[in-house]
């Protein structure tokens, strides 16, 4: 498979693409994760492709016609899935050429414009023709309910008339311009109410013309921006429906598309049967692949594939097809996870040190946590020294030990115990820590635990040691498992087909042993 694994990569790009120019323009406070996410995103994964049927020919239109389905399906995508969707203007860069040329050509309109209406007398051509996209504007802002502002920005900005008074010198375009502004504050978002405000202080015509336009665009943002919000609620209802359509359409020019699926539905399914291997060795084979076949169902598998989604090598390994456009978001989740890790590790050491003393003291856990996200930051950066930063979270921890030890009247740590302390918190970097294997166990296990029983309102019980971070993991959890939902919602029907082979595949090899046997 050359060519079929392209197109899920080029959707990736695609969806990447439209991610990085909403993320820019949101006060998004999880946006330095995202950005890490794309400096740390892999080039190609091409050499991981899996060798199948050769591919067949595919024409320009159709690559083309693919390439809008996905583009469109991800659209729908993003506005369901994403609660804070919202349509900016794009920004070029700075020093684009694209940039320099559209600079140069507003430049030379504005300033036509000025010499313009510096003739005497006046020429008001392309003041007339402005007049016409403003009139225009205004009227697409308008609801089929608002007869009376309609009729007044037709009577107000006729152009007839106004090529009347032009050539009769009787045009006062300053009167116009301030009904214009006064349409636009009513018709505007509250939000928009000081960009109208600054219109009004702007006395010279061409910067006026130049202000009014910018807020227009605005204004075109919010309105587009109030349709998405509406329509959310129907997209919900549909958005699964139009997304198995548009990836059927996808598969059906590109059969091959779930190669990398039906490899991460195989792993998920070995990793399951030996897991129940271990749970019960007399029963399990030599090999422990195909041990416990029987006890597995499609459910249990899916659920063991989307946690491995968390544990997920997104450099050196391509992702599964139907979740490729959200990618970037269980990349979120497992750095997200990753932190979370070893501040819940960091609590349980610094706890189990100071015995009884903290555990009730409040605040306490809350003074802790933000230590070790600040020193954290930026923890998936190749520049990173995770070492350093756990030697220095061990400092601070100890110094804030010791303060609300002596503030509550218990005795502070001694040089020793301080030593103790930090050595422990230090080896919280070694891959082999014990109670940091212990904390990502009993966090797999939630995770497990909530999507084994997503369809309950309530939560799991949360795990020993894991109190401190609940909260975290409780919101980290809830985000999780929605976005899993929904991505079974939609694609259940692709895994179930292809789970059907594997699970058939597996009972029969265990049959067959049984025989031998």
């Not at 020019?253 to 998920?268: C, G, H, I, M, Y």
């Not at 309950?456 to 976005?483: C, D, F, N, T």
Request: proline share 6%.
């Amino acid at each position: 498979m050359s060519q079929n694994p392209d197109k899920p990569h080029s959707s990736e790009e695609k969806l990447s693409g439209l991610e990085d120019g909403q993320e820019e323009s949101l006060d998004n406070p999880d946006q330095s994760i995202r950005k890490r996410i794309r400096q740390s995103a892999p080039g190609s994964h091409r050499d991981e492709t899996p060798k199948s049927s050769p591919p067949r020919p595919v024409s320009i239109e159709e690559l083309m016609e693919t390439a809008k389905g996905v583009t469109n399906m991800a659209l729908a995508h993003e506005i369901v899935v994403n609660g804070d969707f919202q349509i900016k203007p794009a920004e070029l860069p700075e020093h684009s050429l694209e940039k320099k040329v559209r600079d140069i050509v507003h430049k030379a309109f504005w300033d036509c414009l000025e010499a313009q209406l510096k003739e005497d007398p006046p020429t008001y051509d392309h003041a007339i023709k402005l007049l016409g996209e403003i009139k225009e504007n205004l009227l697409s802002f308008l609801l089929p309910g608002h007869t009376r502002l309609r009729s007044q920005i037709m009577e107000v900005l006729d152009l007839d008339l106004i090529k009347q008074e032009a050539e009769n010198g009787a045009l006062d375009i300053s009167k116009l311009v301030e009904f214009v502004i006064g349409m636009m504050g009513t018709l505007c978002a509250p939000a928009r109410d000081e960009e109208i405000k600054k219109l009004k202080d702007i006395n010279e015509i061409v910067p006026l013309f130049r202000a009014i336009f910018s807020v227009l665009d605005l204004m075109k943002m919010d309105m587009a921006n109030f349709a998405v919000s509406s329509i959310r609620p129907k997209l919900m209802q549909q958005s699964a429906e139009y997304e198995r359509k548009k990836f059927q359409e996808f598969l059906e020019k590109q059969p091959n598309s779930l190669d990398f699926v039906t490899r991460w539905l195989q792993e998920a399914a070995d990793d399951l049967a030996k897991m129940r291997c271990k749970m019960l060795p007399p029963h399990c084979s030599d090999d422990g692949a195909t041990g416990g076949a029987s006890a597995l169902c499609s459910t249990a598998v899916q659920n063991q594939a989307y946690l491995k989604l968390l544990k997920w090598d997104h450099v050196n390994r391509p992702f599964p097809e139907t979740v490729l456009m959200d990618q970037t978001r269980f990349q979120e989740i497992q750095l997200e996870l990753e932190q979370l890790l070893l501040t819940g590790t960091v609590l349980l050491v610094t706890f189990s040190a100071a015995g009884s003393a903290l555990v009730d003291m409040p605040g306490f856990a809350e003074k802790i946590k933000t230590i070790v996200k600040v020193l954290l930051t930026g923890m998936h950066l190749p520049s990173f020294n995770l070492k350093e930063s756990l030697a220095t979270i061990g400092e601070k921890v100890c110094a804030e030990v010791n303060s609300c030890l002596s503030q509550h009247g218990f005795t502070p740590f001694s040089p020793e115990r301080e030593t103790v302390l930090k050595g422990q918190i230090q080896a919280v970097a070694s891959p082999d820590n014990a109670i940091c294997k212990l904390i990502d166990s009993r966090i797999q296990k939630f995770l497990e635990n909530y999507l084994a029983s997503s369809h309950q309102k309530s939560l799991p019980a949360i795990p020993g040691g894991l109190g401190p971070i609940q909260r975290e993991l409780e919101e980290i959890a809830v985000k999780y498992v929605r976005l899993v939902n929904y991505n079974k919602m939609v694609f259940s029907p692709y895994y179930d087909a292809v789970l059907g082979k594997i699970l058939t595949k597996e009972e029969s090899q265990l049959v067959g042993k049984s025989e031998e046997s």
